[in-house]
């Protein structure tokens, strides 16, 4: 569980003092209410609404309906939500996994002193109370297990290699060798819907290749990807970090690069 947060929203009566206190680093002032700001609507369910999405998940449902669901049975009733008749044992295990690998994360985020962002921090507040969840962070409950599953193949690619050194130069170096076939992982994030491909470099760091979800070009990395193997030449290599990792990867320029069959 995320450590000190408040998943309960409470009203401090007083004459003096005019916060709904959110969690430890947010505050709703009554008196925004004045400049159209309204204070969070939350959704309190009978059992983790999380178990609800993985049910829909492995029934083929696609998420947006998931999302539809909660929302919708949450604007038609003002008391407790009961979800519990659509729910296996198999989705409740998989809810709690998915919160304690986040939870988990998080805290090692902030024991080394890492940035954690606001979508952390509406995680945190959906590990300490899944039944009782904001209503603007229902779209966040349905990409929880996507987010899950994502992170969890990349820490699979990334272990057991190496993080490519930063750049500080103005100048990107070339690179040439042969590269070794890692994995191919869809990544989606924010509006980018993306095949990325790994492969080993001699020194072992990682070589990615982006393609975007449908593009051109796509079919002809499955199949460099299927022979395992290629030599690569390119005039310029950039360094990119991974995104919530400390973990840099190669990227070639897409431009400038030749590629043969081993």
């Given at each position: 569980?995320?450590?000190?947060?408040?998943?309960?929203?409470?009203?401090?009566?007083?004459?003096?003092?005019?916060?709904?206190?959110?969690?430890?680093w947010?505050?709703?002032?009554?008196?925004?209410?004045?400049?159209?700001?309204?204070?969070?609507?939350?959704?309190?369910?009978?059992?983790?609404?999380?178990?609800?999405?993985?049910?829909?998940?492995?029934?083929?449902?696609?998420?947006?309906?998931?999302?539809?669901?909660l929302?919708?049975?949450g604007?038609?009733?003002?008391?407790?939500?009961?979800?519990?008749?659509?729910?296996?044992?198999?989705?409740?295990?998989?809810?709690?996994?998915?919160?304690?690998?986040?939870?988990?994360?998080?805290?090692?985020?902030?024991?080394?002193?890492?940035?954690?962002?606001?979508?952390?921090?509406?995680?945190?507040?959906?590990?300490?109370?899944?039944?009782?969840?904001?209503?603007?962070?229902?779209?966040?409950?349905?990409?929880?297990?996507?987010?899950?599953?994502?992170?969890?193949a990349?820490?699979?690619?990334?272990?057991?290699?190496?993080?490519?050194?930063?750049?500080?130069?103005?100048?990107?170096?070339?690179?040439?060798?042969?590269?070794?076939?890692?994995?191919?992982?869809?990544?989606?994030?924010?509006?980018?819907?993306?095949?990325?491909?790994?492969?080993?470099?001699?020194?072992?760091?990682?070589?990615?290749?982006?393609?975007k979800k449908?593009?051109?070009?796509?079919?002809?990395?499955?199949?460099?990807?299927?022979?395992?193997?290629?030599?690569?030449?390119?005039?310029?290599?950039?360094?990119?970090?991974?995104?919530?990792?400390?973990?840099?990867?190669?990227?070639?320029?897409?431009?400038?690069?030749?590629?043969?069959?081993?």
């Amino acid at each position: 569980m995320a450590s000190g947060s408040l998943a309960n929203t409470t009203l401090t009566s007083g004459t003096k003092m005019n916060t709904v206190v959110i969690d430890e680093w947010t505050t709703w002032d009554r008196n925004q209410a004045q400049a159209g700001v309204e204070k969070p609507v939350y959704l309190e369910f009978n059992t983790n609404p999380l178990a609800l999405v993985c049910a829909m998940l492995r029934k083929g449902k696609q998420g947006y309906e998931a999302g539809e669901v909660l929302n919708g049975v949450g604007k038609r009733i003002t008391k407790h939500i009961d979800i519990s008749q659509s729910i296996e044992r198999e989705d409740e295990d998989r809810a709690n996994e998915i919160l304690k690998y986040f939870a988990k994360k998080h805290t090692m985020r902030r024991v080394k002193g890492e940035w954690v962002s606001k979508y952390m921090l509406a995680i945190d507040e959906i590990v300490d109370n899944p039944c009782r969840i904001n209503q603007e962070h229902v779209g966040i409950v349905v990409s929880l297990p996507r987010i899950y599953e994502q992170n969890r193949a990349l820490e699979r690619v990334i272990k057991g290699h190496k993080s490519a050194p930063k750049n500080d130069s103005l100048e990107w170096p070339s690179m040439e060798g042969v590269l070794v076939f890692v994995d191919k992982l869809h990544v989606k994030t924010g509006q980018n819907n993306e095949w990325h491909y790994f492969w080993r470099t001699p020194n072992n760091y990682l070589m990615r290749v982006v393609m975007k979800k449908g593009q051109y070009g796509a079919e002809a990395w499955d199949v460099l990807a299927a022979h395992g193997k290629i030599h690569l030449s390119t005039d310029v290599t950039y360094t990119y970090g991974i995104k919530g990792y400390n973990f840099n990867v190669l990227q070639p320029s897409p431009e400038r690069m030749e590629i043969k069959i081993v």
